[in-house]
């Protein structure tokens, strides 16, 4: 008989806003769910990862590459676009 041991940040409901206590922790992006990482994220509490890039202003130097910043998606006060609700 196997017996499995869970540690307790593993057993964190996927879907909703990832509470602020549970982005702040020491938990790596790998072992966060998909959604509970798009939520810390969009929330500003963990840093954005690649090279994509945003017009954040209405200058032609506004426009900011999001890798290894810590940007509010427009959902929580921020500027970065929610693509989810585009029309």
Known sequence: MIKYKMRSHEFVPETGKASRKLCLSPVSNDDLGASQLASCK??????????????????????????????????????????????
């Open 42 to 87: 969009s929330q500003g509490l963990r840093r954005r990862e690649g090279k994509k890039s945003h017009k954040l202003g209405s200058s032609p130097d506004s426009r900011v590459t999001m890798g290894g910043k810590k940007i509010k998606g427009k959902k929580y006060g921020g500027k970065i676009p929610d693509w989810g609700t585009r029309s």
